[in-house]
């Protein structure tokens, strides 16, 4: 979906038919704010590009959930509007949209690949708890009851 259809979504979602209600120029700052929204979530997608023209499409992303970027520029229009009903409703979609495409690329459901059809892994390491800091060590009374760990 190349930008100007997003835009486009978002008016249609806004019902901003007029183009008169919300300008362009916001709701093109909330969607590159949506892409920075979901590169911080997903560390596969910290490669994504910001919408700079109306013919680019967001590179990395699955089509299916281009539309995640029109709804998080709603949230935000909702926002500045101060209708904070249909912001919190649309906010809260973008972020349980967000989760399950999250969960779909870490269970190997969703493939990411870049522009050379190569897929992109995240390099994170998992992070483990060492079990001997919480067991296995002994307290000794040192002296009228200060206690000290071996």
Known sequence: MQ?????????????????SI???????DFI????????????ELKGM???????????LLPEQYHHL?????????FGQDERHYQASTNMNE??????????????????IVDE????INSDLPIDY???KAYYGRKKIDLDDGVEGVI
């Open 32 to 43: 590159n704010e949506a892409i920075d929204r979901i590169r911080q979530a997903i560390p």
């Open 116 to 119: 050379n059809g190569e897929e």
């Open 94 to 111: 973008f972020e349980v949209k967000l989760e399950e495409l999250r969960t779909a690329i870490e269970n190997g459901q969703i493939i």
């Open 22 to 28: 919300f300008r362009e120029t916001d709701i093109i």
């Open 69 to 77: 970027l029109a709804i998080y520029a709603s949230a935000r229009c």
């Open 129 to 131: 708890v060492d079990l």
């Open 49 to 59: 590009i910001y919408l700079s023209t109306n013919l680019i499409e967001p590179n």
């Open 3 to 19: 930008r100007s259809h997003i835009v486009a979504r978002v008016r249609s979602l806004t019902r901003d038919f007029s183009n």
